[in-house]
């Protein structure tokens, strides 16, 4: 069996392939996990991009709706009338009151009027306990650029309300006397509650670094960065925020791509960044998004990548091993068959050249069949002759009686005529017309023997050929004074033969009988005929020593013969064999049990209308 399989070979490569490529894919999906934190960041941050703007938009919005208010408010002839005579205490409250109307109105966080010292004569607060009425705000930079550049804006924890808010405000003209100043507080709280809401973290810083606005309350007024000393003396100059607060985060930053950054807070929190200023505030706004869902999302992708291509790969490597198998397989069966091919194409060549051994023996034998056939007729003929030879001397005896009779007979016969008795006359010559009549038999039957036979198988009369046999016989019969017992039947029997032939083989086995019993003074021949559904048989029983074991053995074959020199050439029986088998008989022998041989022509019933075989 061949183990050189190329197919499956390739097949095994492309397997190994597989494997490969999966590991590289394995291990070039683990390097590129950072690009792919990355996109999924940046995506991540784009997506932020919009919480950025709105957040913008609404800070702006509010500042923008309230910056023109302290100047418009500035117009009011009360807040004139007011700090024209701050201590007139029927005007005060009017002022108070109008002032808290306002704020209701306008919704801003307190509306109050100071004097040109800063100190506060009406307030929109003025029935809470944390009143601005009485308070000093001169340190404030929104009061101090009130008065010396017409508008002041500030933002900072409000220092008696203790909530962080904006702060505009403008002067109040009397005349072209700067009287006081007029400011709006608004608070910016509300904008946590909003923020809070998402996941996102929002921090508004200003120009220090420090977190004013944010949705985390313990980050307001942290620093991302530490406080130069002179910011730090202009907080505390400005009271914008409580000292002890402003406490530097933890912050680191690193680059990310499209001008994006991480930011790790303590170590502990990482957010990616989406950054935006508000420029009229010197605030910037930073939407903080933690990076765990990106970073999460960044690993599921890959991993997922990764399971498809294990997947795809271990359904390419069982495909691939299926398709090994099977070509294996049929290889194999391939393989087998053409072993099987082989071997039936010896086989055939084997069984070739013994068949046409086998026609050459045919042929060799049928030749040798040919030649022993000629042989054999031959040789018929030459058993014949020698037959006639034996029989001649007999043959002498039986003609030369009758023609000594019929010699004694005619002179008689003459005698008697003239002594005028002419009935004895006839009656010798009627006895020399039947010796006549017997020699013509013997004649016949002796040239009838003679004859090679040409004539055809047919029809012949059983009992008629045993007659002519029996007749040719009688010469030799006669001489050894045997008797022969033969209950001849009444009707006639056909049988499948030829005359002369069949004669001959009867001939054949009387002539046998009487040789068996040479020794015995009283011969005795006993001849059936059988019939037996389609076959018709004829029995030749003598009461010689029978047929030892050897002799049975050998009988029919040619020159077997047991009998001297010059007295038998063994053919007889074998050409007998053959011309009732020829017939389509058979020729067996066997002993009687009471001694003797029984020979047993077997011969076929023949058809009348098959007719009788002319002589
Ligand atoms: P042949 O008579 O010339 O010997 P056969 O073929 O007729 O040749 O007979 C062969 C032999 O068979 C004889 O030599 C004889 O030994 C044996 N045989 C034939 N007929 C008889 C018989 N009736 N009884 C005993 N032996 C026989």
Redesign the pocket.
């Known amino acids: 069996m061949t183990t050189s399989l190329p197919k499956t070979r390739r097949i095994r490569h492309a397997i190994r392939n597989i494997a490969v490529i999966i590991g590289v894919v394995v291990v070039a999906g683990l390097a590129a996990l950072p690009r792919i934190e990355q996109y999924f960041l940046i995506q991540t941050a784009e997506r932020e991009e919009a919480t950025l703007s709105l957040a913008i938009q609404s800070i702006r919005g509010a500042l923008d709706r309230s910056e023109a208010l302290p100047a418009l408010l500035a117009e009011r002839p009360i807040l004139t009338e007011i700090l024209r005579d701050p201590d007139n205490q029927g005007l005060l409250p009017y002022a108070n009151e109008q002032l808290r109307q306002t704020a209701l109105t306008l919704d801003v966080a307190d509306i109050w009027v100071m004097d040109p010292t800063g100190m506060t004569i009406a307030s929109s607060n003025y029935r809470l306990d944390t009143s601005f009425v009485g308070r000093r705000y001169d340190y404030r930079p929104y009061f101090i650029d009130a008065l010396t550049n017409g508008r002041g804006r500030f933002h900072a924890l409000g220092t008696s309300s203790g909530l962080r808010g904006y702060f505009f405000a403008a002067p109040i003209l009397d005349g072209t006397e700067i009287a006081g100043v007029v400011a709006v507080k608004i608070h910016l709280e509300s904008f946590e509650d909003t923020w809070a809401e998402s996941e996102n973290t929002i921090i508004v810083t200003d120009q220090n670094d420090v977190v004013f606005l944010s949705d985390r309350s313990d980050w307001h007024f942290r620093t991302l960065g530490p406080l130069s000393e002179d910011a730090l003396a202009r907080i505390a100059e400005t009271r914008q925020y409580p000292l002890d607060r402003l406490i530097p985060m933890q912050v680191e930053t690193e680059a990310l791509a499209d001008m994006r950054s991480i930011l790790t807070v303590s170590d502990q929190e990482d957010f990616v960044t989406n950054v935006g200023l508000v420029a009229a505030a010197g605030w910037r706004v930073m939407v903080l998004t933690p990076t765990r869902p990106a970073l999460i999302q960044a690993r599921q992708s890959l991993a997922l990548i990764i399971l498809a291509v294990l997947f795809a790969g271990l359904v390419g490597v069982l495909f691939l091993q299926r398709r090994a198998r099977l070509l294996e397989r049929l290889e194999q069966q391939q393989a087998h068959r053409a072993q099987l091919e082989r071997r039936v194409a010896e086989r055939t060549s084997d069984l070739n050249a013994a068949n046409t051994q086998l026609v050459q023996e045919i042929e060799e034998r049928k030749a040798t069949e040919l030649r022993l056939r000629k042989t054999q007729t031959e040789l018929v003929q030459a058993?014949k002759l020698?037959a006639l030879g034996q029989m001649s001397a007999a043959l002498s005896h039986e003609f030369n009686q009758p023609l000594a009779a019929v010699k004694a007979y005619a002179e008689n016969a003459a005698t008697f005529l003239d002594r005028d008795r002419a009935e004895d006359a006839r009656k010798n010559v009627t006895l020399i017309s039947q010796m006549a009549d017997r020699m013509a038999s013997i004649s016949k039957h002796l040239r009838n023997f003679a004859r090679r036979p040409q004539e055809k198988i047919s029809a012949v009369s059983l009992l008629e050929v045993l007659d002519a046999a029996i007749e040719l016989m009688g010469p030799k019969l006669n001489a050894a004074k045997a008797e022969l017992r033969y209950n001849r039947p009444n009707t006639d029997i056909l049988v499948s033969g030829g005359q002369v032939r069949l004669q001959q083989v009867l001939v054949?086995?009387l002539?046998?009988?009487l040789?068996?019993?040479e020794a015995r003074g009283k011969p005795e021949i006993e001849i059936s005929v059988v019939t037996e559904g389609a076959r018709r048989k004829v029995e030749?029983r003598?009461f010689?020593?029978?047929?030892?074991d050897d002799?049975l053995e050998?009988?029919?074959?040619?020159?077997?013969?047991?009998?001297s020199p010059g007295?038998?050439?063994?053919?007889?029986?074998?050409?007998?064999y053959n011309i009732v088998k020829d017939f389509g008989g058979t020729l067996a022998?066997r002993n009687h049990p009471d001694g003797?041989?029984i020979?047993v022509v077997d011969l076929q019933a023949a058809d009348q209308s098959e007719g009788l075989a002319a002589q």
């Open positions: 058993g020698a054949n086995l002539s046998n009988a040789d068996a019993m030749v003598d010689g020593p029978g047929l030892s002799v050998n009988l029919f074959d040619p020159f077997f013969t047991t009998k007295k038998g050439l063994g053919l007889g029986l074998s050409i007998s022998a003797g041989a020979f």
